[in-house]
């Protein structure tokens, strides 16, 4: 499947635990718009996919790039890593990590920490 079914499904899933809405964004900028169960905006998200499952997706990593994109929005930002068994996602404001740079790019890497949700598929 590729990356952007998985992320389509990270969405569809973070949206239901709300009756809430989506909508993809353009390329160049964060990934989703989310909507409450009454059509309102309520928050920006951006999805990384992550090729393990929740329990050994850890140190999660996410550019930092993209981390700065959502935060931009304002409202609401959340960053979500699709796992092969569900979703583990936090407000960047909320989290605390470390920035090192990998492959000629500043990344951030978050360790397993309270501030941190989970959404299983099952």
């Known amino acids: 499947m590729g990356n952007q079914k998985v992320k389509e499904l990270a969405i569809i899933k973070f949206v239901e635990r709300f009756k809430g809405s989506y909508k993809k964004i353009g390329p160049n900028d964060v990934d989703y718009r989310v909507f409450d169960s ?5 928050a920006y998200a951006e ?7 929740i329990n050994t997706a850890y140190p999660l990593e996410v550019k930092a790039n993209n981390v700065v994109r959502v935060c931009n929005k304002r409202l609401n930002p959340v960053v979500i890593w699709s796992c092969a068994d569900g979703l583990i ?7 605390i990590g470390q920035v090192s740079w990998k492959d000629n790019e ?14 299983k598929y099952y």
Do not use: A, D, F
């Not at 999805?47 to 499952?53: A, G, H, Q, W, Y």
């Not at 996602?89 to 989290?95: S, V």
């Not at 500043?106 to 920490?113: D, E, R």
């Open 38 to 42: 009454k059509n309102n905006l309520i």
């Open 47 to 53: 999805v990384i996919v992550v090729n393990k499952t």
């Open 89 to 95: 996602y936090g407000k960047p404001n909320e989290i």
């Open 106 to 119: 500043l990344v951030l890497t978050y360790p397993k920490q309270k501030s941190l949700r989970y959404i």
